[in-house]
């Protein structure tokens, strides 16, 4: 399957929140992601996929506000282009496999979610959202990136360990549904030269042509 990131859009809510409805049934009340796209301080992504599309009634928005220079910034400071694209798709609606989001708060961003359709796990999705929205922290400025995770979520916590996250904290009785804990992980550095290393070498492998992700980026707005 070939697939890739870009910037959520409002015509991507209706798929985004059935995702979210799916992956996280026991949050209550389920996030409202129109509102989460006019927050400034949220960011989201999504994953599409280029051969599929859906069947939601055609929505017409403007892309989200300057991610076309953030995109062109990740592409200086970085020796390859970013996993994520902020090119309007060629035709048609995009079919989403998974969508993942942050919150910047000074030099720190906090991943609100990440989540791919049951059908579609298992297939490196999951690992490109959390590659771009590494990529897209570090372009933002921030030095440290934080989750919390359920204690049973042992899926998500490999996905993270592999990324170098640690355990920094446990919270008892966070998730109200069923009082269970949770992990709270970190990554303290992603600006470090050991940090990218490490990234590089992850991008490599999780590319299936030995390549790093590549995209078309538009400067369009
Ligand atoms: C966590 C989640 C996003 C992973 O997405 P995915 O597309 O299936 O993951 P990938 O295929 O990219 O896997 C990447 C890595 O994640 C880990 N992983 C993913 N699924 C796993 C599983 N079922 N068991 C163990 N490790 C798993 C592995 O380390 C894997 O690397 P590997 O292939 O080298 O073993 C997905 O399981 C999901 O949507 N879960 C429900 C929502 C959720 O719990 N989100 C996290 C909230 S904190």
């Known amino acids: 399957m070939s697939y890739y990131v870009r910037l959520m859009r409002k015509e991507d809510i209706a798929q985004a929140t059935e995702i979210d409805r799916e992956a996280f049934p026991a949050e ?3 996030i409202d992601y129109e509102r989460e796209l006019q927050n400034w301080l949220a960011h989201y992504i999504v994953a599409c996929d ?6 939601e009634p055609e929505v017409t928005v403007a892309p989200q506000k300057g991610f076309s220079k953030l995109a062109s910034r990740v592409r200086q400071w970085f020796n390859y282009e970013p996993a994520f694209s902020s090119e309007l798709p060629p035709s048609g609606r995009q079919y989403i496999l998974g969508f ?6 000074a030099d720190e961003a906090h991943i609100t979610n990440i989540a791919v359709r ?3 796990r298992r297939q490196g999705i999951g690992e490109l959202l959390l590659i771009s929205i590494i990529d897209l922290a570090t372009g933002l400025n921030a030095g440290k990136l934080t989750l919390e995770v359920r204690a049973s979520n042992i899926a998500a916590q ?5 990324y170098g996250f640690t355990q920094v904290g446990l919270r008892h009785g966070y998730y109200t549904n069923n009082k269970e804990d949770a992990i709270l992980m970190s990554i303290e550095d992603i600006t470090s030269a050991s940090f990218q290393s490490r990234l590089n070498q992850l991008k490599k492998a999780h590319s299936k042509n030995g390549e790093l992700p590549s995209t078309k980026l ?4």
């Open 100 to 105: 993942a989001g942050f919150w910047i708060t």
């Open 50 to 55: 280029d051969s599929e599309t859906s069947q």
């Open 158 to 162: 490999s996905l993270y360990y592999k």
């Open 218 to 221: 538009s400067d369009s707005y």
């Open 28 to 30: 209550w009340p389920p």
């Open 118 to 120: 049951e059908i579609h």
